[in-house]
């Protein structure tokens, strides 16, 4: 099929270059040219494992192809799919002035009948939005179907290559069934295509998310108790995570959660609900749960330095909200940085992949308070401490001794609970973690009959 795609950041790129993976003509279409010259030398603006070497593939096979030409991506495509940015708006909802200037440019240049497609994360009732902007430029039939991506950063081409479910909403059969062709391909390990109203797909997605957040928040909550009572968090998470109704994922207690998706989806569900009278009060606990979590290992460096932070030195490993990206939107480790340095100390830091997006979002401070490492030991050098934000792998099995030998404290603040509390303890590490015990347990074991 040919087909084009409106935006190629993060969901737009990894789409198309998947969808030329299997054989369509895919065209991206970005009115940035500076990044769509980037793209047609095969050159990815961004680190997502794998992207890389499927985008070069296709762009040699011909399948592939960016451009800023408009009208010429509209008219070749039978399927144009909107994947542009959704930010928050002031008040917390969407803002959808890309995906409806979009809109309107597909209405100004259609010439027969297209499918419209919402891969963006959208409110409900965008597609009647969608539908309206572009019958105001075109006369031509279409549909608009809502489609929602589930990609996790880090994994996302083997999400969107292995899907879990596709979600189409739409109410025109012919569209429907056209999806369904598309998406045959990926779910052939008997996934499901499940097809529904576009309401209820644009809602899908935000439930999704808020779903998995609702329990990223909970078991922060929890933490943060056994904090109180010495009970450990980690036994407690192996132990509701063996009951298959609530499973083992998104139950690790840490710093909290951020990135372009928890954040922005939780605070635009709650604005939806409020524009039709429905206060969601779980959610407005879980958004205030995870920013109180962001900063929660502060209480813990103040209390062991006894507030005396000024002039401190702070080594931090991880940046990225999450491992395998160079995503710091709403990453929990910028929050524990303005905090440091609100209180005089220094910072100086280390990440895998996200030292370009630190170096941007910290302009001005790079130098003045804040060092950024390309090697993770290096930034160990003349600190009073380290904490961990981010659970790269590449941080879970360091030389410990070469790390108490560093830091003029042998002191680690663990913001994601990566080491056994008796084992740095046992080398003499002092060692603060979120909700877990000091492992002392002799008994402490899990079987399997």
Not at 74 to 102: C, M, N, R, Y
Not at 131 to 154: C, M, Q, R
């Amino acid at each position: 099929m040919n087909l084009a795609v409106f935006g190629s950041g993060y969901v737009g790129l990894v789409a198309g270059a998947c969808f030329a993976d299997v054989g369509n003509d895919v065209t991206c279409v970005d009115i940035d040219g500076e990044k769509i010259n980037l793209l047609k030398q095969g050159n990815v603006p961004i680190y997502e494992p794998g992207l890389d070497e499927i985008v070069k593939r296709n762009l040699k096979e011909e399948r592939l192809s960016f451009t800023t030409d408009v009208k010429h991506a509209v008219q070749h495509s039978k399927i144009i799919f909107i994947a542009v940015g959704t930010p928050p708006d002031e008040d917390g909802s969407a803002d959808l002035k890309h995906v409806l200037a979009v809109a309107k440019s597909i209405g100004e240049n259609m010439n027969d009948f297209k499918i419209v497609v919402n891969k963006s994360t959208v409110p409900v009732g965008t597609a009647e939005k969608v539908t309206s902007e572009i019958k105001k430029y075109s006369k031509h039939d279409f549909a608009v179907v809502s489609n929602p991506e589930f990609l996790k950063e880090g994994d996302a081409v083997e999400d969107f290559m292995e899907p879990e479910r596709v979600i189409i909403g739409t109410s025109n059969e012919e569209a429907a069934h056209i999806l369904r062709t598309l998406y045959q391909p990926f779910v052939r390990a008997s996934k499901p295509i499940i097809v529904m109203d576009e309401k209820s797909a644009e809602l899908t997605k935000y439930a999704a998310n808020a779903m998995l957040a609702t329990k990223i928040s909970f078991m922060n909550e929890m933490a943060n108790l056994c904090d109180k009572i010495g009970a450990d968090i980690d036994w407690i998470r192996k132990g509701i995570g063996a009951d298959r109704r609530i499973g083992p994922y998104f139950i690790y207690a840490g710093s909290g959660y951020g990135g372009s998706c928890f954040p922005k989806d939780v605070k635009a569900i709650i604005k939806t609900g409020e524009e039709f009278n429905h206060e969601l009060k779980i959610l407005k606990a879980v958004e205030g749960v995870n920013e109180r979590q962001k900063t929660i290992l502060l209480d813990k460096i103040e209390h062991y330095f006894e507030g005396k932070l000024s002039d401190k030195v702070f080594a931090m490993w991880g940046l990225s909200f999450k491992p395998k990206t160079d995503d710091m939107r709403e990453a929990p480790a910028i929050n524990m940085i303005h905090a440091l340095k609100e209180r005089g100390a220094y910072i100086q830091a280390h990440d895998p992949q996200a030292m370009k997006e630190a170096q941007r979002i910290f302009t001005g401070y790079v130098g003045k308070g804040i060092k950024l490492f390309d090697k993770r030991y290096d930034c160990l050098e003349g600190a009073d401490a380290l904490i961990v934000m981010t659970e790269w792998n590449q941080f879970r099995e360091p030389d410990f001794y070469l790390i108490k030998e560093m830091l003029k404290t042998p002191v680690i603040f663990d913001g994601r609970n990566l080491y056994q509390p008796s084992r740095l303890r046992n080398m003499g590490i002092d060692y603060f973690c979120i909700g877990r015990s000091s492992g002392k347990s002799p008994i402490s074991k899990m079987y399997t009959i």
